[in-house]
């Protein structure tokens, strides 16, 4: 098969996999959706919010375009389902120019609820999943990736949360996406199946999901709750969140999986290097650490002497076609 091929079955596998949206897997109860009717604080609430959290019929806002505002929105049902796909429809805007804006979105997927933070109006070192849709660079010396910038974060209780370095120790992966002040809806997708974590972004009004991160060997367990969070500091935006619908996965496991405690599982990667030793791109690519001195000095020693090599090889090559010319007179 030409290279092609192989290329479209590997965007296939995972973009092509992303639902559509189907309804007859659609979870309610884990479902934020217009006109927000069990949102509150009732015994019967599905969904229940704090801080600077507004509810209107037609979006919820977790900050206004004011500075150093929290808000967040969870629900109150834990989720049981071992495979499953959130769709979250979202608007990040306000009045700030360029660069003069903050701080972001964060979606979550983790043991406790309701617990106001640090990390984007959330806890730190918090148990289970989060994705991070930040809007403001405060790593400076991070000039390798444009913002906003759309990470990934799994995290076991022990790990804190790098807001000075944009969360770059722990991130799994992430990408660049204009968020910010768009005229049409932006969406945002995170599928966890079998062990694997896709995020894919639909942000440029074209009606296709773009692949954003795409990592194996990640565990979660069942009965975590979902949520939303977002905060502002000395810069602001508003946030709002227009709906979070989950779709259930319909996936066979093996009988041993089946048979496992899902709810004892405890949140983690299995990578072959540490996140701390990678650095993603602005595609959310994994490559190598920035080189240090030592790596640059082999590599120009290698390259010196690959020159040295080659020169000695050229000068006997010539020196025997010359002796065989020599011959012929």
């Not at 109860?29 to 019929?57: A, I, N, R």
């Not at 609820?113 to 806890?123: A, D, E, M, S, T």
């Amino acid at each position: 098969l030409p290279c092609s091929v192989f290329l479209w079955l590997e965007v296939c596998l995972v973009g092509c996999d992303i639902t559509d949206g189907n309804t007859e897997h659609l979870k309610r109860e884990h479902s934020l959706m217009k006109p927000y009717q069990g949102v509150g604080s009732s015994p019967s609430s599905q969904w229940d919010f704090w801080g600077s959290t507004l509810v209107t019929s037609s979006y919820v806002r977790l900050t206004p375009d004011e500075r150093s505002k929290q808000g967040s929105i969870w629900n109150t049902v834990p989720c049981h389902l071992k495979d499953w796909e959130m769709h979250v429809q979202f608007k990040v805007h306000g009045s700030g120019k360029k660069n003069l804006h903050g701080d972001g979105i964060a979606i979550w997927y983790t043991k406790d609820r309701l617990h106001p933070g640090p990390v984007f109006g959330n806890q730190d070192q918090f148990l289970g999943l989060a994705l991070f849709l930040d809007t403001f660079r405060n790593d400076l010396h991070g000039m390798d990736r444009s913002f906003p910038y759309i990470s990934a974060m799994v995290n076991n209780g022990s790990v804190s949360y790098d807001h000075g370095k944009d969360g770059r120790s722990s991130e799994l992966g992430g990408c660049s996406a204009e968020i910010r002040n768009r005229e049409h809806d932006t969406y945002l997708a995170i599928r966890y199946s079998k062990g694997r974590l896709t995020v894919m972004v639909d942000v440029d009004d074209k009606n296709e999901w773009k692949e954003c991160i795409d990592i194996g060997g990640v565990r979660l367990p069942t009965g975590y709750f979902f949520g939303a969070s977002a905060a502002t500091g000395d810069l602001s935006d508003n946030h709002d969140i227009i709906s979070m619908k989950l779709y259930q996965l319909m996936v066979e496991h093996t009988p041993e999986e089946e048979n496992l405690d899902w709810t004892k599982i405890e949140p983690s990667v299995s990578l072959l290097k540490s996140p701390k030793d990678n650095i993603d791109d602005p595609t959310g690519n994994f490559r190598g650490t920035p080189l240090t001195g030592w790596k640059v000095f082999l590599l120009l020693l290698c390259a010196l002497l690959g020159i040295v090599v080659c020169a000695v090889v050229g000068a006997v090559v010539f020196q025997k076609r010359q002796e065989r010319n020599k011959r012929f007179y």
